[in-house]
């Protein structure tokens, strides 16, 4: 059974930073990417950031500049750096990975930016 388990979410002021982590367990015998999502109430979910097993990387227009992805495909981690936070990244970010079989979730974790 293949489990994501985040940490790092929690409350920042505008123009702070946080750090997400994403820990996968279980078996995996092919990792093709790693991610992060995140979703507001009323929303649909959408892709913050990505990182494929080659090191190719995806960012939504709206954080390019100010987070930084970043995995370790050996250790099945993947990191997610936030910085200058604003409050419209306020939302519940999930960590996704894709395998060679299914794609799995994380639980998601509560970034909230205010001040």
């Known amino acids: 059974q293949v489990q994501l388990v985040e940490s790092g979410g929690g409350s920042a002021q505008p123009g702070g930073s946080l750090t997400l982590s994403c820990a996968a367990s279980g078996t995996i015998i092919s990792l093709y990417a790693m991610g992060w999502y995140r979703q507001v109430p009323g929303r649909p979910r959408e892709l913050v950031a990505a990182?494929?097993?080659?090191?190719?990387?995806t960012y939504q227009d709206s954080v390019k500049g100010r987070f930084t992805i970043s995995g370790d495909y050996t250790k099945k981690t993947v990191f997610l750096q936030m910085n200058t936070l604003a409050p419209e990244d306020t939302a519940v970010y999930y960590c996704h990975i894709r395998t060679d079989e299914y794609d799995y979730w994380g639980q998601g974790t509560q970034v909230t930016v205010s001040s």
């Open positions: 990182i494929t097993n080659s090191g190719s990387t």
